[in-house]
């Protein structure tokens, strides 16, 4: 059964640091890997898939890595700003529809 | 247009009501989910409607029941529920409902049973 982990729960940083969440999967046989940002009480917003065959994808400030054989994805956010709090999900697609959801980060950017 | 809709975005119900849930999508996806989200915890999904039949439910109590009329289109009938069915309910869609496939969220109905 697919597990998805993500360290760390929570992390506070002040405005203008580089800063990387991480996810770890159990089986690597997947699909995609995506990232997803949740403000308080609202719906998902996806940021970033990386397909399986890829290492990278890269938006803006953000930098997201794969490294199938080793079960584990970095989220990078460069130069964070107060605007990028909220909670970042990361997500993974094996065999089937179904998304397979970590806990989430909780990311607080001080002013 | 890349957006999913939901309606309402808040709903407050009685145990004995029944009520339901609305979402939609025009992007053309041929699959549609319902995920429901406790507080602080990640969305578990409940059903898959993949080209407007059933395809997946995780075991969900017989009070919610999907039906999802046309393509675009995804209800949760609510009947019955208790106070612990209060929490986010999250609708999907994606282009095929196969793997891999992008899914895109709406913004939720927050749901509160007293």
């Known amino acids: 059964k697919q597990e998805v982990t993500q360290i760390p729960a929570a992390l506070s940083v002040p405005e203008g640091e580089n800063l990387v969440l991480n996810c770890s999967f159990t089986d690597s046989a997947i699909y995609n890997l995506q990232w997803f940002r949740q403000d308080p009480g609202k719906g998902l917003t996806s940021l970033l898939l990386?397909?399986?065959?890829?290492r990278e994808q890269t938006s803006g400030r953000l930098n997201a890595s794969l490294d199938k054989s080793s079960g584990r994805s970095t989220l990078y956010i460069a130069a964070s700003q107060p605007g990028d709090s909220a909670t970042y999900l990361c997500a993974v697609q094996g065999g089937s529809e179904k998304l397979v959801f970590g806990k989430g980060t909780k990311l607080t950017v001080n002013p | 247009d890349t957006e999913v809709t939901q309606t309402p975005k808040h709903l407050v119900m009685g145990m004995t009501n029944k009520k339901s849930l609305k979402c939609e999508q025009h992007?053309?996806?041929?699959?549609m989910y319902w995920y429901k989200q406790k507080a602080k915890k990640p969305p578990e999904l409940m059903f898959v409607?993949?080209?407007?039949?059933?395809?997946i439910n995780e075991s969900v109590p017989s009070r919610f029941s999907p039906e999802c009329p046309n393509s675009s289109l995804l209800n949760l009938h609510l009947h019955a529920l208790q106070p612990e069915d209060s929490a986010l309910y999250l609708c999907?869609?994606?282009?095929?409902?196969?793997?891999?496939?992008?899914?895109?969220f709406g913004p939720g109905t927050r749901l509160t049973v007293l």
């Open positions: 409607y993949s080209y407007e039949k059933l395809s």
């Open positions: 992007m053309g996806h041929r699959a």
């Open positions: 990386i397909q399986s065959s890829q």
């Open positions: 999907a869609s994606s282009q095929e409902g196969r793997a891999p496939d992008t899914q895109y």
